[in-house]
C-alpha cells in the first residue's frame, strides 16, 4: 500500500498543484458554439479573433436574418464557411418549440433549409433548448417528444450545450471567464455556448480563448462531440483560410 | 506513513471533487422578498438533461408555518427571477434563461385564492435591475451596451416597498430567517 502511494503520490500532487488546471488535475477538450447570429456588426468581429487565435466554431444562425433580401448576412455565411467553422441551424424564428402547435414548430424547423440549406451541416440547436430537455410532467415530455421527432424528421441532429456562459446576462457575465473555466472542470469539458449578437461576446471572446487555454484546456471543433460530423464531408472551403486547422 | 496520510486526503479531495460535478441535481434560491411577517422565495432546481423546475414558496414567520407553490404551466420551464411582496400576495416576474433569456413575465399569485394573474411582460431580455415602486415595477435594460429605463405599471396591485427584496449572484444556497436567524439549506429538502 505504502509502496502504491509512493508511485502514486507525485502524480496526484501534481495535478492539484498545477497551475490554471482543474482541481482534479485535468484539462478538457472543449468546442465553442455562437447562436442568433449572423450579426453585421459583432460576427466579423468575432469571426476576426477565431482567425486570430486559429479557433475553429460552430454557429447555429437563425433563419429569419435571411428574410430582408440582404447580401449581408449571405455574405457572412460564406466568410463562415470559407474560414473553417460549421453552421448549424438555430430554426427560423427564436421560438419556444413546446409552446407553438406542431404545425408551427415543423415550418419553423424546416423554413431554413429552404433559405440557407446549402451552408447548413445537419446540426440544429433548439431555441432556448426547448423540446430537448427530459421533463417530469409527462404532458410537457409528450411535447418535447413531438419537437424532437420534427427535428430528426427534418434531418438534422440536435446538438446541445454542457457549458452555459451566460453571456446574454449582464449579471451572470460579469462572471466571466471564471464561471466559464469552473464549468468545464465541472462538465469536464464539452460544448461551449455563447451568442454573436452580444456586443460583449465579441469585446471579450478573445480574452475568454485565451483563459481556456491558459487553463490548459483544449479547442477542439465540433465533429469530436457530435459523431455524426466527423462521419460527414467537412465544410466546403471556398478560400483557403489563412491559418488551416486540421480536424 | 506520513505519505500514505498524504495520499489518502489527496484522494479524499478528488473524490469530493467528482462528487461535485456533472449531472448531480442542485436546488438554489433565485429571489427573495421578506417583511417583519412573510417570507416569499423563488427556488430553482436543476438537473442536467432535464428542464429546470422552479417554484415558489411562502414562510409566515410568526407560525412559521411553509407552503410550496408550484407555477401555473404557462410559467414552466421559467425561473423566478424577482419575487416582491404585495398586499395579498406576491409580485412574480419570471424569464426563461436557458440558452438564452426572454421578455420576463410579471404574474401576481393571490394568497386568498391561490391564483396566478397574469400582468404582462418587460419588453427587456437583458434586464440589469428590477427594482419596485408602489404600483410599478422599475427595469434598467441593456441592450447593445446601452441601458434604457423602462416602468411596468402594476394595475391595482400594491408592492410592500420596505420588504428586503434581492436578486443573489449568483444564487443563494441557505438562508436565515426569521428574527432568529434560522438558517434553511435547500439541500435538506425542508421547503
Not at chain 1, 447562436?35 to 453585421?40: E, I, K, R, S, W
Not at chain 2, 422599475?138 to 402594476?154: G, K, S
Request: net charge positive; glycine share 6%; proline share 7%.
Amino acid at each position: 500500500m505504502t509502496a502504491i502511494a509512493i508511485t502514486l503520490f507525485p502524480t496526484l500532487l501534481f495535478a492539484q498543484l498545477r497551475p490554471g488546471a482543474c482541481p482534479d488535475g485535468k484539462t478538457y477538450k472543449v468546442a465553442l458554439t455562437l447562436d442568433d447570429g449572423p450579426n453585421p456588426i459583432y460576427t466579423p468581429k468575432i469571426l476576426d479573433v477565431l482567425k486570430r487565435q486559429n479557433v475553429k466554431a460552430t454557429f447555429f444562425v437563425l433563419g429569419e436574418r435571411f428574410e430582408s433580401g440582404s447580401r449581408v448576412p449571405y455574405q457572412l455565411l460564406d466568410r463562415i464557411k470559407a474560414e473553417g467553422h460549421l453552421i448549424g441551424s438555430h430554426t427560423q424564428v427564436h421560438h419556444a418549440h413546446t409552446k407553438l402547435s406542431p404545425a408551427e414548430a415543423k415550418k419553423n424547423i424546416e423554413r431554413p433549409k429552404d433559405l440557407i440549406g446549402s451552408y447548413l451541416s445537419p446540426i440544429l440547436r433548439l431555441p432556448y433548448g426547448d423540446g430537448s430537455f427530459k421533463s417530469r410532467d409527462p404532458d410537457k415530455q409528450k411535447k418535447n417528444d413531438t419537437v424532437m421527432s420534427l427535428v430528426k424528421n427534418a434531418g438534422y441532429e440536435h446538438v446541445g450545450w454542457d457549458i452555459d456562459t451566460n453571456d446574454w446576462d449582464p449579471q451572470q457575465r460579469r462572471l466571466m471567464p471564471g464561471s466559464m473555466l469552473k464549468e468545464i472542470c465541472d462538465q469536464e469539458g464539452g460544448i461551449v455556448l455563447m451568442h454573436d449578437i452580444q456586443s460583449n461576446t465579441a469585446a471579450n471572446i478573445e480574452s475568454w480563448i485565451k483563459a481556456i487555454r491558459a487553463a490548459g484546456h483544449e479547442i477542439v471543433g465540433l465533429e469530436n462531440f457530435v459523431p455524426r460530423l466527423a462521419k460527414t464531408a467537412p465544410p466546403r472551403i471556398i478560400a483557403t483560410p489563412i491559418h488551416q486547422e486540421g480536424h | 506513513m506520513k505519505f500514505l496520510i498524504l495520499f489518502v486526503s489527496i484522494l479524499m479531495t478528488s473524490t469530493l471533487a467528482q462528487a461535485a460535478k456533472k449531472n448531480l441535481a442542485k436546488d438554489s434560491f433565485t429571489a427573495w422578498s421578506e417583511t417583519p411577517s412573510e417570507i416569499w422565495l423563488g427556488i430553482l432546481k436543476t438537473e442536467k438533461g432535464y428542464e429546470p423546475e422552479a417554484r415558489l414558496a411562502h414562510y409566515e414567520i410568526s407560525s412559521m408555518s411553509k407552503k410550496s407553490i408550484a407555477l401555473p404551466r404557462e410559467l414552466q420551464g421559467r425561473e423566478v427571477i424577482r419575487v416582491f411582496t404585495a398586499t395579498d400576495g406576491a409580485v412574480v416576474v419570471t424569464q426563461q434563461r436557458v440558452e438564452q433569456g426572454d421578455k420576463p413575465l410579471v404574474n401576481f399569485y393571490s394568497k386568498k385564492t391561490s391564483a396566478w394573474t397574469p400582468l404582462g411582460e418587460i419588453p427587456c431580455e437583458s434586464p440589469l435591475k428590477i427594482e419596485a415602486e408602489s404600483t410599478a415595477l422599475n427595469t434598467t435594460c441593456e441592450r447593445d451596451a446601452l441601458t434604457t429605463e423602462l416602468r411596468f405599471p402594476l394595475k391595482q396591485h400594491k408592492v410592500d416597498v420596505k420588504a428586503k427584496s434581492l436578486r443573489p449572484i449568483p444564487s443563494l444556497e441557505t438562508l436565515e430567517l426569521g428574527q432568529d436567524k434560522k438558517p434553511i439549506r435547500l439541500e435538506a429538502r425542508s421547503l
